[in-house]
């Protein structure tokens, strides 16, 4: 069997195409697997370093708010778009895929369209409940579209085939053991809180974050860990000290420019406050986790609002707008859910009722499903 990745762009969009071929290795060790992808993007580095071929092709996206710089960068994107075809027909005629799967990203469109025209099996993975522009556009061509949650159906073309089969979730994340993970880290009795923002950080909700640890700090009965993201890592303790706090003097607060222990940390936590990227939900649901969710207003399409109600409908999750979040509200916000310890389990039931741990296998299945076809 030969399977051709073609992703790009963002972790999201990278990190199910890696968990899938992981998968299919194990399950079929002669499967033959290349991923195609931008050169310059994080895919290059994340792909070769989980071990798997990668081949290049350049495209980008274009920018919708006008300037001058973006219409110069619109400019090499249309340049980018008319060779595009051409690599992606290089790409997959050199390889010779059985099937071709696209899990998001600006290179998906041209490599599962041509693939499609050439009569090789297709597949499209979707993470969002708000489907990308790409996922739209492919779902006229694609063989099958896979969904991370059925509210996404609504989005799609009538005659797309399509299946539910949730985002692939770590098993580290899975199976962590919540008390060992709270001796690890040091949390004891006390209320733990995560709450990140993403790699790179999230400015207001780390203004709103350092207002919650001015406010619990002083009664000394929660264990709080922050990730700042990469742009806030230094001013993240100038926004304490604004406010009267020193975290160095404080040992309940574990303040981190990104987590690397995501499953421990999740697993330890009675509370998590985050963005509502879709991965980031799935891990939610997996761990079985409230949560008070700040969907990110500058993505694509808001999708991050729209993943956010999926849980919110489902009474598996409180959401904060950006733009109404003040410290004030956050602090009011989770004041009220841990003086609730049962509300707050609730929470957290019905996440992980709504969870699909079983994503790897079921993309799997359909992918076997279409080559016996």
């Not at 004041?335 to 929470?347: A, G, M, N, T, V």
Request: proline share 4%; with cysteine.
């Amino acid at each position: 069997m030969k399977i051709l990745f073609a992703c790009g762009g963002t972790g999201g969009h990278i990190n199910p195409a890696i968990a899938v071929a992981s998968y299919i290795r194990q399950r079929c060790p002669e499967a033959q697997i290349l991923f195609a992808g931008s050169p310059k993007g994080m895919e290059a580095k994340l792909v070769t370093k989980a071990g798997f071929n990668f081949a290049p092709i350049t495209i980008k996206g274009f920018q919708r708010k006008l300037n001058w710089h973006n219409v110069k960068y619109n400019v090499s994107s249309v340049f980018y778009l008319t060779t595009a075809s051409a690599r992606a027909h290089k790409i997959i005629a050199d390889f010779g895929p059985d099937i071709v799967m696209g899990t998001g990203g600006y290179v998906s469109g041209p490599i599962l369209r041509k693939a499609a025209k050439m009569g090789i099996k297709t597949v499209s993975h979707e993470q969002n409940a708000f489907p990308g522009v790409t996922t739209k556009l492919l779902s006229k061509y694609v063989d099958r579209i896979l969904l991370a949650v059925p509210e996404a159906r609504q989005y799609l073309s009538d005659r797309c085939q399509y299946a539910v089969v949730g985002n692939p979730v770590r098993e580290s994340i899975i199976y962590a053991d919540r008390e060992q993970a709270r001796k690890k880290l040091g949390v004891g009795e006390k209320v733990c809180i995560l709450s990140f923002g993403g790699s790179q950080g999230a400015h207001r909700l780390n203004e709103a974050i350092a207002e919650l640890m001015a406010w619990h700090v002083r009664e000394g009965k929660v264990r709080h860990i922050h990730a700042t993201g990469m742009y806030d890592v230094e001013d993240f303790p100038q926004m304490l000290k604004q406010l009267g706090v020193n975290h160095k003097d404080c040992p309940g607060l574990d303040i981190r420019e990104y987590i690397n222990d995501m499953d421990d940390c999740l697993a330890a936590a009675d509370l998590v406050i985050g963005r509502a990227g879709a991965l980031t939900l799935s891990e939610l649901q997996a761990a079985g986790k409230g949560s008070i969710l700040i969907p990110s207003p500058n993505v694509a399409a808001n999708h991050q609002y729209h993943n956010a109600m999926v849980l919110a409908n489902n009474n598996a999750a409180v959401v904060i707008e950006e733009k109404d979040l003040t410290g004030a509200l956050l602090c009011q916000t989770v004041e009220k859910l841990i003086s609730q310890p049962q509300k707050l389990k609730e929470l957290g039931r019905n996440a992980q009722a709504m969870a699909i741990i079983d994503a790897n296998q079921r993309i799997y299945q359909q992918i076997m499903e279409l080559l016996r076809q």
